[in-house]
């Protein structure tokens, strides 16, 4: 069975433009988290996604955002970027309440 | 609120010697699962196991074996001959058993270095 697959996978953006990023889940798992990694805060819930429905979020502003598909594919889009969003950003999917298995993760650098 | 806490920041142990990394953990749940991840430098987090909160077997996988006391609030992870192979950060977790509720809370990690 194929893995967490992430788009892209690296990307370059400047401050004030906004980015999506793209998860695809292990064939039949319907939840979708994401993550965020940096340095300096470690390993911070986004948000998680359940058939199409946001059932959880993390403490983030508002310019993070996220949906799902019927497919379970699921994007999430970052307006207004800061340099402070500059991170490596990590999906996972589970079937339901199962272990959350995770992709390779889009490093996003903003410049 | 739950919390999870790596006290080691970095590890290094020569090549065939056996290494524990310590994880503690907070959370006012009656039930919940304890993780462990390992992240290699390309970044991706592999799944090493989870552990049900009822369940306090030491567990052992090859080469790795995990140590759960409730009574502390610890889940620790042994490496026994550690190989070059075993370098990366590890990351314990923890989430709610709640079905609608999994999100992970992470401790900082353990930078784990073997030398050969």
């Known amino acids: 069975k194929a893995g967490v697959t992430q788009t892209p996978r690296y990307l370059i953006k400047t401050r004030g433009q906004q980015v999506t990023l793209s998860c695809s889940p292990i064939?039949?798992?319907?939840?979708v988290s994401w993550y965020q990694q940096t340095p300096g805060q470690g390993l911070q819930f986004l948000f998680e996604y359940f058939s199409e429905t946001q059932r959880n979020k993390g403490n983030f502003p508002g310019r993070f955002s996220g949906r799902q598909f019927s497919n379970s594919r699921s994007e999430m889009n970052v307006s207004t970027l800061e340099l402070g969003d500059s991170a490596l950003y990590l999906c996972?999917?589970?079937?339901?309440?199962?272990?959350?298995?995770f992709g390779p993760g889009t490093r996003l650098l903003v410049l | 609120a739950q919390k999870v806490t790596q006290a080691q920041t970095e590890i290094s142990v020569v090549e065939k010697e056996d290494v524990t990394l310590d994880c503690v953990y907070e959370t006012r749940d009656t039930t919940y699962y304890l993780f462990w991840y390992k992240q290699p430098p390309s970044g991706e987090l592999v799944f090493l196991i989870r552990r049900n909160s009822f369940d306090e077997q030491n567990e052992i996988s090859g080469r790795y074996s995990w140590n759960f006391q409730k009574s502390t609030s610890s889940f620790n992870f042994t490496i026994t001959a550690s190989q070059v192979v075993d370098s990366a950060v590890y990351f314990c977790?923890?989430?709610?058993?709640?079905?609608?509720?999994?999100?992970?809370?992470f401790g900082t990690g353990t930078r784990l270095t073997i030398i050969p």
């Open positions: 977790a923890l989430s709610e058993a709640n079905f609608g509720n999994e999100k992970l809370t």
């Open positions: 996972a999917s589970s079937f339901g309440s199962e272990t959350q298995y």
């Open positions: 064939s039949g798992h319907r939840s």
